[in-house]
């Protein structure tokens, strides 16, 4: 049984085209990295809120919170960019395995993030993690 990976995955590359059918002559943003820039957006924002409320280290640690997960979010999708070129039958593959290292680079950015800033506000780290991983839910407001 074949699994469609284009109807299950948001990160999957579409190939745009115009209204008539035809491939536009000016390359498009890829829909995963549309999603991508919607963490960094919303990860900038919260940091700002943070930063109003509880000062600096509110600030700094919503923006590291969020960084944690749109790093590993932009290496999977940019690794998922470069992969769609190949033959689909290599894609399933390095989707999970992308997945997996996405994941476990989130919990290891986090590891870092007590290690190198113990000062860190818990709140508004947990806040900007939250907020960027569910940023994605706003991606039909944003017009490719």
Known sequence: MAIDFAAVNPYYPHVFRTADG??????????MLKAVFLQIG??????????LIS?????LSAALGGAACVLP????????????????????LEFFVGEFFKIASTVGLLATVQLVYPDVHWLALFIGLVVALKANLFAFLVKT
């Open 73 to 92: 979010n932009l290496l999977f999708a940019l690794r998922l960019s470069l992969v769609s070129k190949r033959p689909a039958a290599s894609y399933p």
């Open 22 to 31: 035809a491939l536009p002559d000016v390359p498009r943003r890829e829909p």
């Open 42 to 51: 919303a990860t900038i924002l919260v940091a700002l809120a943070a930063g």
């Open 55 to 59: 000062g600096t280290r509110g600030a």
